[in-house]
């Protein structure tokens, strides 16, 4: 068996030692002659599996009381419409802050429910930087105030957690949800899809404070009502019981790695030695201010662009595979979350370097 190393922004690489795991109980969990994917979820074997996951995500996030975690299906876009149809209850605004393609594409989604208002936007500095919060307008009437903590294609993070000036926080941690601690009493939501740090596809969470939850506006559809998912354990319909499992099983494998800050100290150690790469090879430039760097999402370029399939294909002959940047602004980009082995950067590294003394 040959594992390589898998930059994909998501789905993306997950431990090796839980898709072991997995396999290992794949037809047979627990003594009961059945994999996961057969259990009813309303079974005792499969209700422990979900709950000892939810334990677990409570004790790794150190989640306090009063907050509800919900294990929901449609993704982080299906939160992009549910977060206004629970969290407007009956005022006309939501503030958003507008720092690429993923806060875009949020309030494109909330512009159906609400008139949004830009607290700032990156646009001016073609979404390279973030706008200081001293220059951000937030209209304290609005219900909310929305923000993407991680710029999965941009590769812009917040290194800090914003003042929302009184209003709800909410946060799209899809792409670094789990790679710090946080301080989870900040927040009226957090939302994430699992398919970066978390999981496999197919599953999201939310991470709710209770005096939210039970407002949505009428003709909110029952699986995206927050109240409705909350009173029923997220079993309201039959839940991705499958990727609710795996999910488990990666907030397992993080508690042995010593949890949120025990990764932390490598997500640092392994986006550090990359950046520095980066800056000092002469053939490779990153456009993102220091300051607001994704440790999860770092995109590169090279001046002399007619090189670039060479590189990718190159880098796939040395076992470094998914490294072209997204679509839509094309370049490089490694996605290095947490199930991205140290070794994984090192061997990026090696081959950046290779690659510049090659064709430099
Ligand atoms: N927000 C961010 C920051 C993302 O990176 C993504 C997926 N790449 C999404 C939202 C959309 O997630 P989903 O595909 O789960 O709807």
Redesign the pocket.
């Known amino acids: 068996m040959t594992r390589i190393h898998n930059f994909s ?2 789905p993306s690489t997950l431990p090796t030692a839980v898709l072991e795991r997995a396999r290992d109980e794949l037809l047979d969990w627990g003594h009961t002659g059945m994999s996961v994917m057969e259990m009813s979820h309303r079974s005792k074997d499969y209700v422990a599996i979900a709950e000892k996951a939810e334990a677990d995500l409570r004790e790794l996030l150190a989640i306090p009381d009063g907050y509800k975690v919900l294990f929901l299906q449609g ?4 939160q992009f419409a549910a977060i206004p149809m629970n969290l407007l209850q009956g005022r006309p605004s939501a503030v958003y802050v507008n720092t690429g393609i ?1 806060s875009k594409k949020a309030i494109a989604e909330a512009k159906h429910y609400a008139t949004v208002k830009i607290a700032a936007s990156g646009e001016d500095s073609g979404f390279s930087d973030i706008p200081p919060e001293t220059a951000w307008t937030i209209d304290p009437s609005a219900a909310y105030l929305h923000y ?1 903590s ?3 294609i941009g590769g812009v993070e917040f290194q800090y957690v914003p003042d929302a000036a009184g209003l709800p926080l909410v946060s ?1 941690m ?2 670094n949800i789990l790679s710090r601690p946080i301080d989870i009493s900040r927040f009226g939501l957090v939302y994430a ?1 699992a ?2 740090n978390m999981g496999p596809a197919g599953i ?1 969470v939310v991470i709710v404070r209770e005096d939210l939850i039970g407002g949505a506006q009428p003709g909110t559809p029952s699986i995206l009502d927050y109240r409705q998912q909350a009173e029923n354990g997220s079993m309201l319909n039959t839940p991705p019981t499958y990727a609710w499992y795996l999910l488990g099983l990666v907030l397992e494998w993080l508690k042995d790695q010593g949890g949120v800050s025990g990764i932390e100290a490598v997500n640092l150690r392994k986006s550090g030695k990359l950046y520095a790469a980066i800056d000092q090879l002469d053939f490779y430039s990153n456009p993102v201010a220091p300051a607001c760097r994704s440790r999860m999402n770092v995109p590169f370029r090279i001046a002399n662009t007619d090189l670039e399939k060479t590189f990718l294909a190159e880098a796939k002959a040395a076992g470094l595979v998914n490294l072209e940047g997204h679509r839509s602004v094309g370049g490089f980009r490694a996605s290095i979350y947490n199930a991205m082995p140290e070794a994984g950067v090192d061997a990026l590294i090696a081959f950046m370097a290779e690659f510049e003394r090659k064709h430099g």
Do not use: F, M, R
Request: aromatic share 6%; glycine share 22%.
């Open positions: 922004a998501g993704g982080a876009t299906g993923w993407t991680n710029e999965t799209d899809s792409s899809g398919q970066k999201t």
